[in-house]
T-cell receptor
Framework: DGGITQSPKYLFRKEGQNVTLSCEQN?????MYWYRQDPGQGLRLIYY???????QKGDIAEGYSVSREKKESFPLTVTSAQKNPTAFYLC?????????????FGEGSWLTVV | DQQVKQNSPSLSVQEGRISILNCDYT??????FLWYKKYPAEGPTFLIS?????DKNEDGRFTVFLNKSAKHLSLHIVPSQPGDSAVYFC??????????????FGTGTQLKVEL
């Protein structure tokens, strides 16, 4: 089945640790995105990538890093510099990275700092 | 600065009746609007979209209306069904300098369809 797979679904992190969230898509989409959702709020863009080996910061990139070495994969690292990392993280992709292309989402990953 | 606003955090409707979810935006550069449905602990599911060159788009029970002069869009669900109970997000996009696509989301409206 075509889709976007995020792993792990649930992740616990100790303060001061870096963690990496995986995102893989088999939709042959060029563009990929990472969003974050906090309770009672909308989704906010962390990073996005239009093509392999290229990515741009979104609205809340501080404390996060990404890579795009393969078209299918766009992992997100939550670093110890992220002050409030506990949130629901959503990976998404679209056919092309321009307005008018529908963005499709994965099932999300819960990150909790303990 | 909230560029996309959903001022009703919740809405309750009886089964079979019409559900109307509203969304306002401030950025006149937005040229594409989407509605997503979301269940707790799941990713948003795309429902329907509309380009800024149109004022209406219909797909089955779902219709989206766009009023550009008022910077307002709405999602109509007719007839409402219990399975429609979820959080609905309005989102808008504008082309970015150098390319790219960035969705700006509202804060969502929790729809509850009662029997």
């Amino acid at each position: 089945d075509g889709g976007i797979t995020q792993s792990p679904k649930y992740l616990f992190r100790k303060e001061g640790q870096n963690v990496t969230l995986s995102c893989e898509q088999n939709l042959n989409h060029d563009a990929m995105y990472w969003y974050r959702q906090d309770p009672g709020q909308g989704l906010r863009l962390i990073y996005y990538s239009q093509i392999v080996n290229d990515f741009q910061k979104g609205d809340i990139a501080e404390g996060y890093s990404v890579s795009r070495e393969k078209k299918e994969s766009f992992p997100l690292t939550v670093t110890s510099a992220q002050k409030n990392p506990t949130a629901f993280y959503l990976c998404a992709s679209s056919l092309q990275g321009r307005s008018g292309n529908t963005i499709y989402f994965g099932e999300g990953s819960w990150l909790t700092v303990v | 600065d909230q560029q996309v606003k959903q001022n009703s955090p919740s809405l309750s409707v009886q089964e079979g009746r019409i559900s109307i979810l509203n969304c306002d935006y401030t950025n006149s550069m937005f040229d594409y609007f989407l509605w997503y449905k979301k269940y707790p602990a799941e990713g948003p599911t795309f429902l329907i979209s509309i380009s800024s060159i149109k004022d209406k788009n219909e797909d089955g029970r779902f219709t989206v209306f766009l009023n550009k002069s008022a910077k307002h869009l709405s999602l109509h669900i007719v007839p409402s069904q219990p399975g429609d109970s979820a959080v609905y997000f309005c989102a808008a996009s504008a082309g970015l300098t150098g390319g790219g696509n960035k969705l700006t989301f509202g804060t969502g409206t929790q729809l509850k369809v009662e029997l």
